[in-house]
């Protein structure tokens, strides 16, 4: 893999377990830094599948078998799974499945990756606050996320998913 090239897959193949069917058979991308890809297909093409494989959330999340290679930059979530999921950042169609369901506030459910991740207290409220304030969420930090409206659920995933500032 070159050094401009942020993801590599190679011969990637996804089954998910107690499936016969593959999700995914032999995809080979190698997408560059800096480039925006659309994933399009049918239903049932794999599509949330491939996102789920990228993020990491299959096989250690959802049990499924994954075969080929994976690497985004230096990282493949085979050797450090923790340092590759760092990496990633996901928004689920659902934001109630991404929720972490543990957190008091809209501003601690933001924080509990950098808290996971061992950052800094002034640096966690600094970024909270910075992404918050970007997707408007500002006046809520203080609410519960339960008592949210959908958009404003669908931002705080959003939030979640780029406080950590992912490559991917």
Not at 3 to 24: D, V
Not at 53 to 66: F, H, K, M, N, W
Not at 115 to 142: F, S, T
Request: some cysteine; charged content about 15%; aromatic content about 2%.
């Amino acid at each position: 893999m070159d050094n401009r090239q942020q993801i590599h897959l190679e011969n990637l193949s996804l089954r998910y377990r107690g499936i016969e069917t593959s999700a995914l058979k032999h995809i080979s991308v190698d997408a560059e830094f800096g480039h925006v890809i659309g994933i399009i297909g049918n239903h049932h093409a794999g599509k949330t599948s491939l996102c789920r494989v990228l993020a990491g959330i299959v096989p250690t999340i959802i049990s499924g078998d994954v075969t080929g290679t994976i690497q985004v930059g230096s990282l493949s979530p085979n050797l450090d799974w923790q340092k590759y999921n760092q990496q990633t950042g996901v928004v689920l169609q659902n934001p109630a499945g991404q929720l972490s369901g543990l957190a008091d506030t809209v501003a601690d459910e933001i924080a509990f990756d950098l808290i996971n991740q061992g950052v800094p207290a002034d640096q966690i409220k600094r970024r909270v606050l910075n992404v918050a304030d970007q997707l408007g969420l500002g006046d809520q930090l203080n609410q519960s996320p339960g008592t949210l409206s959908g958009g404003q659920k669908q931002r705080l995933a959003i939030a979640t998913a780029i406080v950590t500032d992912p490559s991917i």
